[in-house]
Nanobody
Framework: VVQLEESGGGSVEAGGSLKLSCAIS????????IAWFRKAPGKEREGVAG????????YYADFVKGRFTISQDNAKNTLYLQMNSLEPEDTAMYYC??????????????????????WGRGTQVTVSS
């Protein structure tokens, strides 16, 4: 059974930083895509960043480029999202997701979330102005 468990959310002031973690277990795919999505109240869920397993191949949404960094620790089976220069608009529930990957690119743009079949329960990030 694939399990994804997020942690590290919290409340920070604008300009602050947080580091989210996602503990991954049960994935048997040789190659897979793991990613972060977020959902703010009243908005659709959107992709934030993705990374192809065991590689440096990453994808970032335009609104987080230069501020967020996705990374993975294969030894610890953990996905991370370092978030710097946080803005109130970043307030959302952040979800970790995974899917099998046929190509070495983890796209998380519009409509991509439907391709992900494993999801965590989320961790809340709140940024105050």
């Amino acid at each position: 059974v694939v399990q994804l468990e997020e942690s590290g959310g919290g409340s920070v002031e604008a300009g602050g930083s947080l580091k989210l973690s996602c503990a991954i277990s049960g994935i048997t795919y040789t190659k897979y895509c793991i990613a972060w999505f977020r959902k703010a109240p009243g908005k659709e869920r959107e992709g934030v960043a993705g990374i192809y397993s065991g590689s440096d191949s990453t994808y970032y949404a335009d609104f987080v480029k230069g501020r967020f960094t996705i990374s993975q620790d294969n030894a610890k089976n953990t996905l991370y999202l370092q978030m710097n220069s946080l803005e109130p608009e970043d307030t959302a529930m952040y979800y970790c997701a995974a899917r099998q990957a046929a190509v070495a690119f983890c796209y998380t743009g519009p409509s991509s979330q439907h391709e992900f079949n494993f999801w965590g329960r989320g961790t809340q990030v709140t940024v105050s102005s």
